[in-house]
């Protein structure tokens, strides 16, 4: 790319966003001085004007009436308010103040303001007063908080028996007149009702817990919320607490095992590295991965949730079949991953918050080398078996165990590492506004040694709302910035490097020199980690979002949406040189690469919503919206050879390598999608629903006659345990809905400009004569490329058992995938790339279950969670009878009837015990056999093992994926577990972890494979050992086989909590309103059939497509232990 273009670009870029951060600011400043003036509402809304006519109408209908037109809550209990009390009532521009005296006398009630609340109480009520009785009265004050020790206004304190009754103030906190031996009942909409016997106390501290049942949960859902009891699609959510305590360093490490069938998976937990993440398995050859919403704006780049700071979120809201997703029509078919931010709360003093976590990372490396004396005699015994010389005399054997094994090269660059995590938030509200500001850091030392290795993220975030009379503005800004420091070479290469060193060689002599030796002969992992080079990455982003909510009428509103996110990325790579002794040298081009990327994305929307209830039973919703998104991004590198050896910098000599202009981010991607969405929702007396959602959207993906695609689905439900004669089933046991959801949704998850012949030149190609020559690579055009398609049925139940205290939600889904993009088959002599057609079909289908159950005595809190999902896929259509791709030692089939992906090889049956059955068995065409080595099972019985004797061995994707958790408190105390893990996976396990002396390339046995073949040991897992190269090896290991793959299910320990919080009344002495202390576990303990790899590394790439198989070669999984502390002021 021309340079000053790219320039120019950046420039457009920036003014951007100088307007958009512009914009941004102005509103917060808007809203932050309505914030200031909105403390005085409550009063002023008493003045304000009111005009009702009411007929005969319920007095609880007539403050609805009320409570929508001025936007302030009422709070009552139903012995106050009784649903007899009818008002006929006019009014023409009087005070509200007025209004209320004059419907609410004639009942002998009264009111109080407190913040924006109305609470309406008996006059012997709010004045505490006592009546019909004689014991001594005391008086008894407190405060009442919930779970997160946020105070509750509005809470109704009555003693037990009698009319004497209170409310708590915006501060929560209350004063009341009671008798020693009186009880008090604390009751409020949404919590658990709770009574604590007086018993002398002059002062109760309360905490109330949410009504266990989910029912009047608000779900956020597409564009919107809905309340549990009306979701009628395949949807789970889960709140903050799944973040609080884990010390995980992106969201998706704390979502892992919390939903069924979100499933994360970690190829390499180095600094900086991201899961895999799916959604009901896979089902389709493409990308995999679900689209991702963060407070409400749609992400081109599933990653930037790993920008978030987890303490930052509220909800976490996966929506599953087409019912739910169907409105995000074209990237929905791999689900949705729905997340909103934290804000403040009305009516709020400030609350400081600060949580901080400090642990160490510790790494397990799960395979281990036999002692030195030991490898030796174990090479001999190979090198002899295939009719080889011994390497090692006797001598040198005894001279092994005398000096005894020195550190293996594995440890030797490997290391304890801190990390930290620190986050301080404000959060609050006025009458009319809220506000939350938090800053946190997340730091992760790199357990590979070397100078300042590691990932450190900060984030700044800045969440306001603000009431403008019918107007709500909602202003989202956040920042984020993370750094990574990493060494200049490739981590697994460091990694197997090292492993395959055998412990009779030093790494470094006394002199600090870098030694080499007969397996690494010109490489030492710990020099280049040490002195070899960096990789810098710098990578900043802006996330912003308006939107203002306009309320026409009570039924109809209006929202504008404008949000987005910029990305600037920055990588700087340099290699130093570093020489090694005897001989070697790392690092001799002194190589100095510039890397930069920059991506802007903007979302915009505008929807209209019409809710209405009808004769009080029907209720009808509307919603309607259009969209854009829009995205640019564009990238370009320098690359330089022969750098300064210091600095890094073009010196004398210094040459631009002319792979600079090769590099795939030296060009602009450009896309835009057009949409236009709605959804129609209607319930009958809470009792029959019915749902219908969908999106139009238009890709610049596609070509013209393709670009448009209709996405639609309908749901339904039916809450059976509203029907009359279900009536004792609720009251003595709880609530029970069918549900189901048939829908069509999409997938371009596709190369951008495939419908277009594409260029892209090169240099320094070789032609004829040896003549440096330029390049022009053609990319062939499909212009009929058009959307994938997915079929999805849903159908499930929720039900609550044990009044409301057990919850139990099932789901089973069918979904098919067509038109799937696949690449066609072609001669290997043909010289080119096809593009790829829409010629592939996948059926998914599978279940899932959750359940939940809490219940709460007088000291002890119990509740456990505990979710289960599988899925499995199947191949209904391709092009041509199978496709088979090799990946290391074993093959991998795409074929009519099987599952994707799944493992092609011979089965062992077990072993030549002796020569009689090497003469009668099976053997491979051309191999003489001997006793030790693997016997393969002959199908067709020809005697011949060979490719008609292979079987479909197994399939890599996890099934039966599962979580648990259980949470524990007594008193003040409380304690955590969550335990994660996998039912079952075929995982292949390659190279020098299954073949002692790989390929000669690896010259270490690793303990776990002792166990082979001999005479005594005639059951083992591994056969004989034979040297490579010898006809037993090449049997035993130069095709693929079971021998290869093993049992990849896994239960682990994933986090463990014990935690202790002061009492209120402590807390309040030293200024604070809540202190908790706590230790944290990370990766405890991990129960597995496979002992020397760790099971829950995948050998899946980004797209959740092959990628090899796992050698080990990862960064480890390592073992967490800290210390934590939350603050509340």
């Known amino acids: 790319m021309n340079k000053s273009l790219f320039y120019n670009r950046v420039v457009h870029y920036a003014y951007l966003l100088m307007k958009f951060t512009s914009l941004a600011c102005f509103v917060v400043c808007l809203m932050c ?13 008493l003045e304000a004007p009111v005009t009702v006519k009411f007929k005969r109408t319920k007095l609880t209908d007539a403050l609805d009436k009320i409570a929508a037109d001025k936007h302030v809550r009422f709070a009552y209990t139903d012995n106050v308010l009784k649903q007899t009390y009818r008002i006929t009532f006019d009014a023409t521009n009087k005070s509200v103040k007025d209004v209320l005296t004059e419907v609410l006398t004639p009942f002998n009630l009264t009111y109080k303001v407190i913040g924006d609340v109305i609470v309406i109480s008996e006059p012997t009520e709010a004045a505490s007063l006592v009546t019909g009785g004689k014991q001594k009265q005391a008086r008894v004050q407190g405060k009442v908080t919930d779970e997160t020790n946020q105070p509750l206004p509005g809470v109704t304190v009555k003693v037990k028996g009698s009319t004497t009754a209170v409310a708590t103030d915006v501060d929560g906190a209350f004063t009341i007149d009671a008798a020693d031996d009186a009880v008090l009942v604390f009751t409020f909409i949404g919590y658990t009702t709770k009574e604590v016997p007086v018993n002398g106390q002059t002062t109760i501290n309360v905490q109330l817990t949410g009504e266990r049942t989910s ?8 564009y919107g919320t809905q309340k549990r009891s009306s979701v009628v699609g395949a949807i789970d959510q889960v709140g903050s607490s799944v973040y609080e305590g884990r010390p995980a360093v992106n969201a998706l490490q704390a979502l892992q095992g919390t939903l069924p069938s979100l499933i994360i998976q970690q190829r390499s937990l180095e600094p900086g590295q991201a899961p895999n993440v799916n959604i009901r398995g896979i089902g389709t050859l493409g ?17 930037a949730i790993n920008n978030l700071n987890p303490l930052d979120i509220e909800t976490s809201t996966v929506l599953k079949d087409a019912g739910s997703a169907a409105i995000y029509g074209s990237r929905s078919a791999n689900g949705v991953l729905l997340i909103t931010t934290k804000k403040g709360k009305k009516n709020s003093k400030a609350s400081v918050n600060y949580n901080g976590l400090v642990g160490v990372l510790a790494p397990q490396m799960t395979y281990k080398p036999v002692e030195s004396f030991e490898n030796a005699i174990l090479r001999n015994e190979a090198n002899v078996n295939a009719g080889l010389a011994p390497i090692y005399s006797a001598q040198q054997i005894r001279d092994f165990q005398d000096q005894g094994s020195r550190e293996w090269f594995l440890d030797a660059i490997l290391k304890n590492a801190v990390q930290q995590n620190h986050n301080v938030s404000i959060n609050g509200g006025g009458e009319t506004s809220t506000y939350l500001v938090s800053a946190g850091v997340t730091d992760q030392r790199n357990n590979l040694v070397g100078p300042g290795y590691g990932a450190t993220r900060y984030n700044f975030r800045l969440n306001l709302t603000n009431d403008v009379g019918r107007l709500k503005l909602t202003s989202i800004l956040a920042y984020n910035r993370t750094s990574r420091k990493e060494h200049s070479f490739n981590t697994s290469t460091l990694i197997v490097d090292a492993a395959r060193t055998p412990t009779y060689y030093d790494i470094k002599d006394d002199q600090g020199n870098y030694l080499t030796n007969d397996v690494l002969a ?29 309320k026409i009428t009570n039924d109809l509103k209006l929202r504008g949406v404008f949000g987005g996110n910029l990305v600037s990325n920055h990588t700087l790579e340099r290699v130093k040189q570093v020489s090694f002794s005897p001989k070697g040298t790392y690092g001799a081009d002194r190589n100095t690469n510039d890397i930069n990327y920059k991506s802007l994305f903007l979302n915009t929307q505008l929807l209209a919503e019409y809710n209405k209830v009808f004769n009080k039973k029907h209720t009808l919703g509307v919603l309607a919206g259009v969209a854009n998104e829009s995205f640019t991004g564009e990238g370009n590198q320098i690359r330089y050879k022969f750098t300064d050896p210091e600095l890094g910098t073009p010196t004398t000599g210094t040459i631009i390598d002319p792979n600079s202009s090769n590099g795939t981010l030296n060009n602009t991607n450009e896309t835009s999608l057009n949409s236009a969405f709605g959804r129609v929702t209607y319930d009958f007396d809470n009792k029959y629903y019915g749902e219908f ?16 695609a209709f ?23 709880g609530d029970v809905k069918l549900r189901g959801s048939y829908g069509v949704l999409g997938n371009q998850n596709v190369g951008n400009y495939q419908y277009l012949t594409t260029y892209q030149s090169t240099t320094d190609v070789y032609g004829f004569n040896n003549e440096v020559v330029s390049l ?70 599978g279940w899932e279950v959750t359940a939940n159950y809490r219940i709460t005595g007088k000291n002890f809190r119990h509740s456990f969670m505990v979710n289960i999902g599988d899925s499995k896929n199947k191949v209904l259509k391709i092009e041509g009878d199978q496709q088979l791709s090799t990946y290391d030692e074993m093959q991998r089939l795409l074929k009519v009837g099987e599952p994707l992906g799944s493992y092609v090889g011979y089965k062992r049956d077990g072993y030549f015990q002796n020569l009689d059955e090497v003469n009668s068995g099976p053997k491979p065409t051309g191999l003489n056999v001997v006793p030790g080595d693997i016997r ?19 399939n890599p994707f996890p099934r039966y994926n599962f979580g648990f958790t259980y949470n524990l408190g007594y008193k003040q105390f409380d304690f955590s577990l969550f335990v994660q893990g996998v039912g079952q996976r075929s995982m292949f396990v390659r190279g020098e972890l299954v073949e002692p002396f790989h390929f000669n390339y690896g010259q270490v046995m690793y303990q776990h494979q002792l166990d082979y073949w001999t005479p005594q040991n005639p059951d083992a897992r591994y056969p004989r050992l034979a040297a490579n190269g010898s006809q037993s090896n090449t049997n035993n290991f130069r095709r693929g086989s079971d021998l290869y793959l093993y049992n990849g299910a896994y239960m682990r320990v994933k986090n463990i909590q014990i935690g202790y919080t002061l009492p209120t009344g402590i807390a309040e002495k030293i200024g604070m309103s809540k202190v908790r202390a706590y230790v944290s576990g990370q990766n405890l303990f991990t129960v597995s059939s496979i002992d020397f790899i760790d099971p829950e590394t995948s050998e899946f790439n980004n797209n959740l497509s092959a990628g090899g198989a796992n050698s080990g070669r990862a960064y480890p999984v390592p073992v967490y232990y800290g210390f934590g502390l939350d603050i509340s002021l």
């Open 522 to 550: 010109e490489f030492n992992p710990l020099g280049i980690l040490e002195q070899g080079g960096y990789r810098k990455a710098d990578d900043d982003g802006i996330n912003a979002n308006i939107s203002a909510d306009l």
């Open 215 to 222: 029912l009047n949960e608000v779900v956020v859902v597409g």
């Open 711 to 733: 996405f639609p689905s309908f749901s339904a439900g039916w809450r059976i345990s509203q029907e009359n004669f279900m009536e004792s089933y609720r009251d003595r046991f």
């Open 776 to 845: 022009i690579n053609f990319g062939i055009a499909n212009p009929d490329i058009r959307w994938e398609r997915a079929a999805s049925l849903n159908l499930g139940f929720d039900a609550s058992f044990l009044k409301n205290s057990l919850t139990l939600s099932f789901d089973y889904f069918n979904k098919t995938t067509r038109d799937i993009l696949i690449p066609p088959i072609v001669p290997g002599t043909f010289g080119a790339g096809l593009p790829v057609y829409n010629v592939g079909e996948v059926n998914n289908r």
């Open 287 to 303: 990308n995999n991965t679900p689209l991702l919403v963060i407070d409400g704006i749609v992400y081109d780049d599933f990653n």
């Open 33 to 45: 001085l309505t914030a200031i003036a909105g403390n005085t509402y409550g009063q002023q809304f």
């Open 936 to 954: 393969y099972v002959d199908v067709n019985k020809d005697g011949v093992i060979d490719e008609s004797d292979k079987f479909v061995l197994g």
């Open 693 to 708: 959602n969908f999106r139009l959207d238009a890709s610049s993906k596609f070509n013209k006659q393709n670009r448009s």
